[in-house]
């Protein structure tokens, strides 16, 4: 089963940035400590980008052949049309996380643009969302896609 972990803007200073909100760990080795070892029976290729087109052409590149998209899109979250029509575009289900509960912070950050086209949101269990999103897709039959 093939996997995207894809990560938006900013999140490339996971463990320095915000360590208040975000906690002190990067997140390379939370995915090389916990996560590899936690899925042993998926493929997972991990991909971060500060940039919208990018992001797009990744969730493209892949969403017609993997099995799952586990994708914090960051700020973008609040903003991109764009991003919320490439995952409406393609088939394999994503699922939005994030590593704070954006919920409980600024208003701006309640709207998510995203959220109605993915299969369901995490939000608020900080590294763990991600591991809990991937739970989700080792539950599902292979061969969806
Ligand atoms: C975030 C929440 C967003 O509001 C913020 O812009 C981020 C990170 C999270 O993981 O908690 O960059 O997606």
């Known amino acids: 089963m093939k996997i995207l972990i894809l990560n938006g ?14 906690g002190s760990r990067s997140f390379e080795d939370y995915l090389e400590k916990d996560l ?16 919208e ?11 017609f052949h993997y099995q799952g998209i ?6 973008y979250t609040h903003s991109s049309l764009a991003l919320a029509d490439a995952i409406a575009a393609i ?3 994503v699922i939005e996380v994030h590593i704070s509960n954006v919920y409980a912070r600024e208003a701006t950050r309640h709207v998510t ?4 086209r993915c299969v369901g949101s995490i939000s608020g269990f900080g590294l763990e969302s991600y591991r809990l999103a991937l739970q989700y ?6 061969n969806k896609v």
């Open 70 to 75: 586990v994708f914090n899109a960051g700020a």
């Open 9 to 22: 803007p900013n999140l490339n200073l996971l463990g320095r940035r915000e360590k208040s909100i975000y």
């Open 113 to 116: 643009y995203i959220g109605g």
């Open 137 to 142: 897709f080792e539950r599902q039959k292979p």
């Open 91 to 93: 088939e394999t289900p």
């Open 53 to 63: 087109g990018t992001l797009i052409d990744k969730l493209h590149e892949v969403g």
């Open 36 to 51: 590899i070892p936690g899925f042993p029976d998926m493929e997972l290729e991990y991909f971060q980008s500060n940039t």
